[in-house]
C-alpha cells in the first residue's frame, strides 16, 4: 500500500498538503473526504484518524494527523529541497516561529471571516449584520498588519529568498477569505506582490487547480449539507457572531 492523502480542498490546510505534495511530485493516492457530507464523522475514516478531522496520512500500516506534522513527515521522507524547510538553524526557526504564531491569527481569523461571510448566510438564510462582519474584517485586518510588518517584511518570502512551508501555509489561509469575496489583497501591494510569488514557485496551474472549488463555494447549497452537520454548523456560527 502506498501513501494516502486524505483531504477536501475545501480546507486550507488539505489545499496546502495538496500543492506540496504535488509541486514536490510526491507519489500519493488521494482519498477525498467530503466534509459537507459528513465523511470525515463515519467510522470507516475513523480507522485513518480518529480525531475525524482532516488531512490525514496513511503510509503503510502508519497514520498521521495535523497538517503540519504531515507536512513536515512528507519533507523527511521524500528528502524535498531544502528551502521549504531549511537546515540553516535561524531560517528553519523563522520557518518554525510562523507556523507556531499563525493557528490562532491568520488561520482563526480568516476562517471565522470566511464562514462569516460565505457560510452562515448559506446556512441561515440571512447575511451576518454588517456592524458585525465589519469587526471580524477588522480582526483579520489587525492579523495582517502583523503579517507584513513582522513576518514579510521586506524579503521575497518569510524566511528569505526562496519559499518555505510557512510561505505556503500562509497563502492557502489568505485565499479563504479573498474566495468568500473579501480582497485582502486589493490594497496591499506588498502582500500581492509575495502572493505572485508563492503562486509561481509553486506553479500557477497548480494553485489554481487546488483553488477551483473554494473559489466557487458561492455556489453551495444548505442541501450539499448532511443535515446533522447542518444544524451542527448552524449552531456553531451563531454562538461565535
Known sequence: MGLELYLDLLS???????????SNNIPFEFKRVQLPKGQHKTEEFRKVNVLMKVPALRDGSFTLAESIAILLYLVQK???PDHWYPSDLQKRARVDEYLSWQHVNIRAKGSKLFL???LLPLITGQPLPPEKLEFITEDLNVALKQFEEKFLQDK????????????????VELMQPVCAGYDLFEERPK???WRRRVEEAVGKELFLEAHKEIMNVKNLTADQFAPELLENFKQQLLKQN
Open 78 to 80: 521524500f528528502k524535498t
Open 191 to 193: 502582500l500581492a506582490e
Open 12 to 22: 486550507q490546510p488539505c489545499r496546502a498538503l495538496y500543492i506540496f505534495a504535488r
Open 156 to 171: 521575497p518570502f518569510i524566511a528569505g529568498t526562496e519559499i518555505s512551508l510557512a510561505d505556503l501555509v500562509a497563502l
Open 116 to 118: 462569516s461571510k460565505a
